[in-house]
């Protein structure tokens, strides 16, 4: 369902967040035009496996379904101007770069805004686009440890661990820009203004704290490795099965905790709750218990009940799983050659409907339909402003 159909997006962004953002948006049915250039290397498109006859890695495929693609050498005079004749038709721009950088090139906010005073401007960084470390590199795991979120995330005995998806980038940095991106577009709905966006992953990440910020802002103690009932200081946690696999339990509610407790043959364990007094010797215990069975034999004996156990699945598992078929998580992008690509699709239902698109590479189109002509595009290319 193009929901956000009418929307022109000019993305300058590499890596994750930015891309993943108008991914977002693509999927919704926003025009994308992401701007490419070889002077700026994206770490994604290193990332194998390589698709041959798309001539990107499996990543970028990814990130760059449903966009066209034009290549610009934003250091030359040229290419600029190029932006400037876009930005008439682009009205939302979503650029990644440190603070400072888009000006210089002559393309931030400032700059754009005169030739399109309804403008909105997302500009995604580590930090911010001010204050005391604006100018500072940095990646997801970086900004996971100046958030806090790390200081009482993992295990006592082996300090902050690394999850498998990148927070940061993609819930902190993508997720926020495209609510404050929609926002934007309702505002100027209303009053005819654009916006500027000033998207910092480490702020998004500090919002995550949610129920143990506002405990500790209101005066309970400093929130520590395996002390707070949902980072490991409770029951609820993972539990290694007889076949080295693992097991979620996550029986909050004692009504929960109680059928947890009867299908797991304990029965007694239940006035204790899932976060009792004495937690750790019944950790122990439920240890000792789900190492007995495999996950296979634990989840014949949960099936179909109320318990909130269930299994760690790998990728594979998780992607092929009766849940991920019905609600048809994974679709195939039809390639030139008539292969198929399987793509994780969108999170959002109704824009799962349709065919996956292609990245299209548009150079060319996109500057004959701005007015220019072939022997300018061609000398254009000779200079190396379009690369």
Not at 14 to 19: A, E, I, T, V
């Amino acid at each position: 369902m193009p929901y956000l159909k009418g929307l022109k997006i000019l993305d300058f962004s590499s890596l994750l967040p930015g891309p993943f953002a108008t991914l977002c948006l693509a999927d919704l049915g926003a025009e994308v035009l992401w701007v490419k250039s070889a002077s700026r290397p994206d770490m994604v498109d290193l990332l194998p496996p390589f698709i041959e006859e798309l001539g990107m890695s499996a990543g970028n495929a990814y990130l760059g379904r449903g966009k066209k693609i034009i290549r610009l050498n934003l250091k030359k005079e040229k290419a600029v101007k190029i932006v400037y004749d876009l930005i008439r038709t682009y009205d939302i721009v979503v650029e990644q770069s440190r603070p400072g950088v888009m000006s210089r090139l002559g393309v931030g906010y400032e700059d754009l805004k005169g030739v399109n005073p309804a403008l909105i401007y997302c500009s995604i960084s580590g930090y911010g686009q001010d204050g005391p470390l604006k100018d500072r590199a940095g990646h997801d795991i970086n900004y996971l440890a100046l958030s806090g979120l790390m200081g009482y995330s993992g295990r006592k005995a082996s300090g902050p661990s690394l999850t498998g998806m990148q927070i940061a980038d993609l819930a902190a940095g993508s997720q926020h820009a495209v609510i404050g991106i929609l926002s934007a577009v309702i505002h100027r709905m209303q009053t005819g203004e654009g916006s500027y966006l000033d998207i910092s992953m480490t702020d998004g990440l500090m919002a995550f704290h949610a129920l143990t910020g506002a405990s500790f802002l209101a005066g309970a103690r400093e929130p520590a490795r395996e002390e707070e009932v949902l980072n490991g200081g409770s029951l609820y946690d993972f539990y290694e099965t007889k076949d080295g696999r693992y097991l979620s339990v996550g029986c909050l509610e004692q009504h929960f905790f109680q059928e947890f407790c009867e299908r797991l043959g304990r029965p007694e364990l239940a006035s204790h709750g899932i976060w009792s007094l004495s937690v750790q010797r019944v950790k122990e215990e439920l240890r000792a218990v789900f190492k007995q069975k495999t996950l296979r034999e634990w989840m014949e004996i949960f099936a179909g009940s109320d318990a909130c156990v269930e299994p760690v699945l790998s990728l594979s598992e998780a992607l092929d799983s009766d849940l991920a078929r019905f609600r048809g998580i994974v679709k195939n992008m039809r390639l030139p050659s008539g292969c198929e690509l399987r793509q994780i699709a969108s999170p959002f239902p109704e824009a799962r409907k349709g065919e996956l698109s292609l990245p299209k590479e548009s150079t060319y189109e996109v500057l004959l339909a701005l007015g220019y002509r072939e022997e300018e595009i061609d000398s254009l290319t000779e200079e190396g402003v379009l690369i």
